[in-house]
């Protein structure tokens, strides 16, 4: 299994309050993404990133942010958690001449 | 832009029956693969099959095998001699590539599998 950890795994937050969600992989890949998954849609891609510091918005970007510091770690931060961002969200990574796309555990959040 | 539509929310065989889920695809692009993922209960995302677009053969690994129709952008996955442990969700992506090489992964909506014992 490709070493991709998520953390937490579950969180309840309240509405308003900023909520970081932190992705590390061991396996050196250059390629992260977050998506989120919800009920009727697959999943759907956040923001990704191509190196550190590199990133780039996907198809969901609004109301979220990312930071990526070192190779192995990407943040997902929602810097004010609303009732629609209540969703799974999956870490992947992916490498260049790698075809298949990694995924983590996901981590459930929801906001009350 | 890239769409998939899975058009079968659920989906439901007996044991070591056959089955087959439906995936249609829409992309102007010309050079990109195809794959089925597996979500059972514990959320992880398996990758069951993957098809290159480029390649007409279609893609087979073990029970699970591909029906790969270009022109009709269409994807449909089948399982043969069904198992308790296929049960999940499946999920149909597209894989394009966006800017730096990143893969661009546009899945469907899902297809949630029950065999019957």
């Known amino acids: 299994d490709a070493g991709i950890t998520q953390s937490p795994r579950h969180k309840v937050t309240e509405t308003g309050t900023p909520v970081t969600l932190r992705c590390h992989q061991t396996e050196n890949h250059r390629y992260m993404y977050w998506y989120r998954q919800d009920p009727g849609h697959g999943l759907r891609l956040i923001h990704y990133s191509y190196g550190v510091k590199d990133t780039d918005k996907g198809e969901v970007s609004d109301g979220y942010s990312v930071s990526r510091s070192k190779t192995e770690d990407f943040l997902l931060t929602l810097e004010s958690a609303t009732s629609s961002q209540t969703s799974v969200y999956f870490c992947?990574?992916?490498?260049?001449?790698?075809?298949?796309?990694?995924f983590g555990q996901g981590t459930r959040l929801t906001v009350v | 832009a890239q769409t998939v539509t899975q058009s079968q929310p659920e989906m439901s065989v007996q044991e070591a029956e056959t089955v087959t889920l439906s995936c249609t695809y829409d992309t102007s692009e010309s050079d990109y693969y195809l794959f089925w993922y597996k979500q059972p209960p514990s959320r992880q995302m398996i990758l069951v099959i993957r098809?290159?677009?480029?390649?007409?053969q279609n893609a087979t690994e073990n029970r699970f095998s591909v029906n790969f129709q270009k022109a009709a952008k269409s994807f449909s996955l089948k399982i043969s001699d069904s198992q308790l442990g296929d049960a999940a969700m499946y999920f149909c992506?597209?894989?394009?590539?966006?800017?730096?090489?990143?893969?661009?992964?546009?899945f469907g909506q899902g297809t949630r599998l029950t065999i019957n014992p």
């Open positions: 098809q290159e677009a480029y390649k007409q």
């Open positions: 992506a597209y894989r394009g590539l966006m800017a730096q090489g990143a893969q661009k992964l546009v």
């Open positions: 992947a990574i992916s490498e260049e001449l790698n075809t298949e796309a990694f």
